[in-house]
Nanobody, 115 residues
Framework: QVRVEESGGGSVQAGGSLRLSCRVSGRIFNVHTIDWYRQAPGKQRDLVARISSSGSTYYVDSVKGRFTISRDNAPNTVYLQMDSLKPEDTAVYFC?????????WGQGTQVTVSS
């Protein structure tokens, strides 16, 4: 059985930082990408950051220079370091692990940034 679980969300003032963690329990073979998505109330779920099996990374323009995605292989964990947070970063953040055949989603963790 595979379980993906995010942690590290919370409330922070604008300009502050948070570090989200996403740990996978169980075995995932042939990981293709590990992604962070976010969804604000009433809006669609959008890709924020991605790290591929090769180590290449992607960031949506709005978070470039502020967010950093990284990965530990033991235990199997991905992180999203979020600095210089803005109110518009407020959302539920979801972690996703993708293989060629299967996608695994976490339950989400709330991030609230106040001005």
């Amino acid at each position: 059985q595979v379980r993906v679980e995010e942690s590290g969300g919370g409330s922070v003032q604008a300009g502050g930082s948070l570090r989200l963690s996403c740990r996978v329990s169980g075995r995932i073979f042939n990981v293709h990408t590990i992604d962070w998505y976010r969804q604000a109330p009433g809006k669609q779920r959008d890709l924020v950051a991605r790290i591929s099996s090769s180590g290449s990374t992607y960031y949506v323009d709005s978070v470039k220079g502020r967010f950093t995605i990284s990965r530990d292989n033991a235990p199997n964990t991905v992180y999203l370091q979020m600095d210089s947070l803005k109110p518009e970063d407020t959302a539920v953040y979801f972690c996703r692990w993708t293989t060629v055949s299967t996608t695994y989603w976490g339950q989400g963790t709330q991030v609230t940034v106040s001005s």
